[in-house]
C-alpha cells in the first residue's frame, strides 16, 4: 500500500507544474479554484459569488501563481503575489485591510505579499504544496524580496476554538520580535474561546514555520471568510537552508 501511495505521489508530481498567469483567461482559473475552497468549502460570503469566482480590488495589481495538472490541463493551486511596487499602486497590501502594519513601514520596499492559497479539494497529497512553495522559491529569487508577509487562513467552522488552539501552540515558540508585531483591526477574542484543544497544525503553517517565518501578532478575525488569520512574517535571510533547498531545487 506505502509503494503504491508512492508511486501515485510521483505520478502526480510528474503532472503538476508550476506558471505566473499572463492572461485574464487563466487569473479567472485562479479565482474558480478560490471560489470553490473559500465559498463552497469554508462558506465565505464573496460579493461575486453570482460569477462562480473569488474576485477582489487586489488581483488587478498581482501576479498569480498557478500549478496545473497537464492530465486534464486544469488549475488544482494557487497563490496570488503582491510585489512593493504593486502594493503601492494598489494603495496598500491587503494585510492592511486585517492589520495594523505600523512596525513593519521602514520595510515596505523589501516585502513581497503572498495570499490567497489554496489547493483544490481532489489534490490536498502534498505534490500541489510542493508546486506552490517551489513556484514562490522561484518568484522570490528572481526578483530579491527580503521579506515575505501575508495571512495565513484557519477556519473556525467550530467557533473559533480550533484557530485560538492553534494560535495558542505556535506563537510561544514562533513568534516575531516586538518591533515586527502586528495588531488586527478585529480581533480574535481568544480569553473566551479554548485554546487548549489537541490540534494539528495547518500545513500552510507548518510550512512556514519550518522555513523560519515568525507569528507576528495576535490572529485577526474575517467574519467573512469564516476563518482567523494569522499574520506571517518571514525574513528571507531566516529561511531554514535545508528547507528552503528542497522548494529551490524544484525551481531550478
Sequence with gaps: ML???KQEHREAQGRL??????TVAEVAEAQRVRFKVFAEEMGAKLPSADLGLDIDRFDEFCDHLLVRDHGD?????????????????????YS??????????????RMVEVGRSCVHPDYRDGATITQLWS??????????HEYLIGCASISMGDGGHYAASVYNKVHKLHGAPAEYHVFPHCR???ESLNQNLEVTIPP???G?????????????????????????LMPVSRMNARYAKHFMKKAA
Design 96 to 109: 492592511e485591510t486585517e492589520f495594523d502594519m505600523t512596525r513593519l513601514m521602514h520595510l515596505r520596499d
Design 208 to 232: 512556514y514555520l519550518r522555513l523560519g517565518a515568525y507569528i507576528a501578532g495576535e490572529p485577526a478575525w474575517d467574519p467573512d471568510f469564516n476563518c482567523a488569520d494569522l499574520f506571517i
Design 3 to 5: 509503494d503504491l501511495i
Design 135 to 144: 513556484g514562490l522559491a522561484d518568484y522570490i529569487g528572481k526578483h530579491g
Design 188 to 190: 480574535l477574542p481568544l
Design 17 to 22: 507544474t508550476f506558471s505566473l498567469a499572463r
Design 73 to 93: 490541463n486544469k488549475v488544482v493551486g494557487t497563490y496570488r503575489i503582491l510585489p512593493p511596487e504593486q502594493a503601492v499602486r494598489a494603495g496598500g497590501y
Design 204 to 206: 500552510l503553517i507548518k
